[in-house]
């Protein structure tokens, strides 16, 4: 195995939380262009339990595989070629998505262009909430759909990881935002920026809502129709992106109704992640986790978290 070893989150085979174990994994060594960091704390995300239960990504992955993307930590090591960070530096990132990361472990590696320094005004539990679910929400606001002021956008399980940074993103970009979450979280959204809320265990957004320039649709068909229902809502010409994917026959319906729509998958992007952090430390954007784990806790984390009631984020802690 090598003279460095570490402690990592190791799956052998898909299934449920009872597959997550800890177990000791060669610590990985940085190649040209490359840094190791060595992990403080890395966030959950809904990717890592379908990609644990071998849905979606997993097709991508070879087992044993090291699950998690969101990593905030210290770099240890830089390899040549690496100009623009150097041992020391806190940082945080997402890397290597789709293709495996190894976030659930002590060190990671990856290039360093796809980390940015971690907004200076969080510690590294919250850094590590933000990097997939902030990316999520910064790609499709900013870069997919290139919201603008006073567009009307519908944004559907506004109170989760990704759906409170969309919130925050088309608020700052002056949009009106239009929110779905239980009656629970919707004095927390107005906060965040949402001019209106919508309770989805009462209300169909479809019958109170219209004239919509954009829906980030976090939801998806296979969840009570979401997607097919935002395109009742979109304005002529208007934009629904449908995170979860975009079915053939959801295609043939946008084009019927006279809208538009697009799948969209996350990347890495150290740039966007460095604009972020701007945003957090300007104190334009807010970061919410709701609960940390240790390591040794990862399955009951994932169990906490399918269970699709969490306030922002959770969060694994790494370090010693």
Known sequence: MGEYTMRAVTIREFGGPEVLTVERAARPEPLPTEVL?????????PVDWKTREG??????QTLPLILGWDVSGVVEQVGFGVTTLKAGDEVYGMPWFPRTAGGYAEYVTAPARQWARK???????????????????????????????????????????????????????????????????????????AAETIDYTTTGFEDVVGDVDVVIDLVGDAHDQSSTRSLKVLRPGGLLVAVPGVAPE????????????TPYLVEPDGAALAMIADLIDEGEV???????????????????????????KLVLTVAN
């Open 119 to 193: 907004p200076a005004t969080l510690d590294h539990v919250h850094a590590a909430a933000v990097p997939l679910a902030a990316l999520t929400a910064w790609q499709t606001v900013v870069d997919t759909a290139h919201v603008q002021a006073d567009q009307r956008v519908l944004i559907t399980a506004a109170a989760g990881g990704v759906g409170h940074f969309a919130v925050q993103f088309a608020r700052h970009l002056g949009a009106h935002v239009i929110a779905t979450a239980s009656a629970a979280r919707h004095p927390w959204l107005k906060e965040l920026g």
């Open 286 to 312: 807010a970061v919410a986790v709701e609960k940390t784990f240790p390591l040794e806790q990862t399955g009951t984390a994932h169990t906490h978290g399918e269970a699709g009631r969490t306030r922002g």
């Open 250 to 261: 959801l295609a043939r319906a946008a084009e019927a109704d006279g809208v538009r729509v």
């Open 37 to 45: 960091v060595r992990v403080h704390a890395a966030g959950i995300n």
């Open 55 to 60: 849905q979606g990504v997993a097709g991508l």
